[in-house]
């Protein structure tokens, strides 16, 4: 069964920067288009970024363009997301996601709180 | 932000039929971008539950389904149960924005 386990959550206050790792085991993911998916508290879904399978292209939503940097290392099997210049709006709880057919497996999540 | 709409909420009885509608733009349901559908328990992950338009993941009951039409999509559980009770969102791609969209998510009420 596939599994995705993120890390690296927690408390940071604005401005500082934070940086997430997705683990990934159990299927190729060298071959996967990989993302970063957010939910703040109470709130839906929003996505943040996607990375292609060998890291050639990066998209990102217009709200993190600029301070959110999508990476992967294919060889350690782990996805990341680089978070500068964090702001009180970007407290969610992080998924990492695999595309294949949709997003068809997700972590659990890691959360992350921007506060002073 | 969302550019797909849903219903904030939908309801039903036990084994009933119930529709999500899922609206969205001619950059986004409008194009050749498949739908996909995703039910959210509380306090877990979301799930993929349809994916391109209309196809069901192992697992899923088939009293999921999807269809998708212009600019529109609807998700419909038949049978209603009560483990249904849940967030659903939609998501597509927005082809003017080169990203990837939510809907507004809906919360289903089993009554």
């Known amino acids: 069964q596939v599994q995705l386990v993120e890390s690296g959550g927690g408390v940071v206050q604005p401005g500082r920067s934070l940086r997430l790792s997705c683990a990934a085991t159990r299927f190729t993911f060298s071959s996967s288009v990989m993302h970063w998916v957010r939910q703040a508290p109470g709130k839906g879904l929003e996505w943040v970024a996607v990375?292609?399978?060998?890291?050639?292209?990066?998209y990102y939503a217009d709200s993190v363009k600029g301070r959110f940097t999508i990476s992967r290392d294919n060889y350690r099997n782990t996805l990341y997301l680089q978070m500068n210049s964090l702001r009180t709006e970007d407290t969610a709880v992080y998924y990492c996601v695999r595309e294949l057919e949709g997003l068809d497996y997700w972590g659990q999540g890691t959360l992350v709180t921007v506060s002073s | 932000q969302s550019v797909l709409t849903q219903p904030p909420s939908v309801s039903g009885a036990p084994g009933q039929r119930v529709t999500i509608s899922c609206t969205g733009t001619?950059?986004?349901?409008?194009?050749?971008?498949?739908v996909h559908w995703y039910q959210q328990l509380p306090g877990t992950a979301p799930k993929l539950l349809i994916y391109g338009n209309n196809y069901r993941p192992s697992g899923v009951p088939d009293r999921f389904s999807g269809s998708k039409s212009g600019t529109s999509a609807s998700l419909a559980i038949s049978g209603l149960q009560a483990e249904d009770e849940a967030d659903y969102y939609c998501?597509?791609?927005?082809?003017?924005?080169?990203?990837?969209?939510f809907g507004t998510g809906t919360k289903v009420t089993v009554l």
């Open positions: 001619s950059s986004t349901i409008g194009t050749s971008y498949a």
């Open positions: 990375i292609w399978y060998d890291g050639s292209e990066q």
């Open positions: 998501q597509s791609y927005d082809s003017s924005l080169s990203g990837y969209v």
